[in-house]
């Protein structure tokens, strides 16, 4: 069961391509992303590297694009050169933060105290699972979102939807099973608004997407087939 009543949604983590990610490429995608939200109301997260938080949040601003932070370490604000405190997320601005990618795994006990403290702080949380287990034993958690990826298919240009649809079934059964209301996103291998439209049917509200939007030559025309594709398979 699909929570309804609400937009699909394209999540985009630019990841640190260089030098896709970063700069006028990074500001490019913010531009991008903020005429498709514009032409078509689908809900539009993007996720930059930290470098790149400040300058795409003043790319999106006074638009509904929102602006997520790529992971949050599970410590507190202090003496601990390097590490990203929830707390300074969120003065730098985001309206939220990916945590658990496939890329920066986190202990169970770590995600929940990140997500505990994000929501005392206002701030979304998405946080990964790579199979229907991890993402029922994280939706206990309560995040606003789940995304689940299957690591051996992110990157490959072979979407999850099509290569293993029983991934997102299972996930969406097992991850509603203990939570009613969290956001199910599915991703990995997601670079067409076919492998959207299929992933929504199967029982998502959205996807996460990285190198297929990031890389693409024109980002633009990928987000837009990807949310016209979402629209159309909620219709």
């Known amino acids: 069961m699909r929570v309804s009543g609400l937009k699909p949604i394209i999540a985009v983590n630019y990841k640190a391509y260089h030098p896709h990610s970063f700069g006028e490429n990074a500001l490019r ?4 992303a903020r005429r498709v939200w514009e032409e078509t109301g689908v809900e539009i997260i993007l996720a930059p590297p930290f470098t790149e938080i400040h300058r795409v949040l003043k790319e999106v601003e006074g638009s ?18 390097g590490y990203i405190p ?8 985001v309206q939220g933060v990916i945590l658990n990618h496939s890329e920066h795994r986190l202990k169970i006990a770590d995600i929940n105290m ?8 206002g701030l979304k949380t998405l946080a990964c699972a790579d199979v229907p287990e991890t993402g029922a034993a994280i939706a206990l958690l309560k ?7 299957p690591p051996e298919l992110i990157g490959t240009g072979v979407s ?3 290569a293993k649809p029983e991934v997102i079934t299972n996930s969406v059964s097992m991850i509603r099973s203990v939570n009613k209301e969290v956001l199910i996103l599915t991703g990995a291998g997601i670079t067409t608004g076919e492998d959207v439209y299929q992933a929504i049917k199967l029982g998502t509200i959205g996807v996460l997407v990285a190198s297929g939007i990031v ?5 633009y025309s990928v987000m837009k087939d990807m949310a016209l594709n979402a629209l159309k398979a909620l219709a």
């Open 114 to 121: 990140l997500i505990a403290k994000a929501r005392r702080l």
């Open 29 to 32: 995608i913010a531009r991008d």
């Open 86 to 93: 929830v707390e300074g997320l969120k003065e730098a601005g």
């Open 64 to 81: 509904g694009v929102k602006v997520f932070a790529q992971h949050a370490d599970p410590v507190e604000p202090g003496a601990v050169t």
């Open 215 to 219: 890389k693409a030559k024109d980002p």
């Open 160 to 162: 999850v939807s099509k």
């Open 143 to 149: 995040p606003d979102m789940i995304a689940v990826e």
